[in-house]
Nanobody, 124 residues
Framework: QVQLVESGGGLVQAGGSLRLSCAVS????????MGWFRQAPGKEREFLAA????????TYATSVKGRFTISRDSPKNTLYLQMNSLKPEDTAVYYC?????????????????WGQGTQVTVSA
């Protein structure tokens, strides 16, 4: 069992930055894959980025590549999402998720564990 708790959301102006954190506890291994997703009102939950817990591979959605950076701090058991150049369309609830390493990492249904989400609101 893996527990995930997100933090770091809030209100930011367009063009600003935020860093989301996800505290990871429970049974994980170096083969685990950690992901960030978001869900805006009335829309499906969409993939943003993923990283292997070993840190040797990252994957990004086209919509955020170059603006968002996923990273992890293994000793601290923490996953991060650095978000720069934020736009109003980035407004959503952001979730971290974990899965045991099945490809493709972009598939939402392969993730077994989810956090409760943190709200990010970007004002124009």
């Amino acid at each position: 069992q893996v527990q995930l708790v997100e933090s770091g959301g809030g209100l930011v102006q367009a063009g600003g930055s935020l860093r989301l954190s996800c505290a990871v506890s429970g049974r994980t291994s170096s083969s685990y894959v950690m992901g960030w997703f978001r869900q805006a009102p009335g829309k499906e939950r969409e993939f943003l980025a993923a990283i292997t817990w070993s840190g040797d591979s990252t994957t990004y959605a086209t919509s955020v590549k170059g603006r968002f950076t996923i990273s992890r701090d293994s000793p601290k058991n923490t996953l991060y999402l650095q978000m720069n150049s934020l736009k109003p369309e980035d407004t959503a609830v952001y979730y971290c998720a974990a899965q045991s390493g099945s490809w493709p990492y972009t598939r939402r249904d392969l993730y077994n564990y989810w956090g409760q989400g943190t709200q990010v609101t970007v004002s124009a």
